[in-house]
């Protein structure tokens, strides 16, 4: 994990990665992001689980979407994680 990382026209750093391992959930969505773009969707699906344990209602998101567009996950765990985002949101947690 360390070093750099291209995905597309994206390169992050070593610094990037620095966040990654401190937990900084922005940065692991990023990675999970970049996966899905990849088409690692098990990857994708890893890495926003990840944030999403960690309260992330963006990762909750795309934890669900990426469960829903590859017909791997159950359609209950993605209503679930949609509906979190939902109560986040109005709270004014949810960024997506």
Same mark, same amino acid.
């Given at each position: 994990? !360390?070093? =750099?990382w291209t995905s597309g026209s994206e390169t992050t750093g070593p610094w990037f990665w620095e966040l990654v391992e401190a937990g900084d959930t922005r940065a692991i969505v990023?990675?999970?992001?970049? !996966?899905?773009?990849?088409?690692?969707?098990?990857?994708?699906?890893?890495?926003? @689980?990840?944030?999403?344990?960690?309260?992330?209602?963006? !990762?909750?998101?795309?934890?669900?979407?990426?469960?829903?567009?590859?017909?791997?996950?159950?359609?209950? =765990?993605? =209503?679930?994680?949609?509906? @979190?985002?939902?109560?986040?949101?109005?709270?004014?947690?949810?960024?997506?």
């Open positions: 994990m !360390a070093g =750099q990023c990675v999970g992001d970049a !996966a899905y773009d990849d088409r690692d969707y098990e990857k994708a699906e890893q890495w926003y @689980q990840r944030a999403a344990d960690n309260g992330d209602p963006e !990762a909750m998101v795309r934890l669900a979407q990426v469960s829903r567009d590859t017909l791997r996950g159950d359609a209950k =765990q993605a =209503q679930e994680l949609t509906e @979190q985002c939902g109560r986040w949101s109005r709270r004014g947690g949810c960024r997506t």
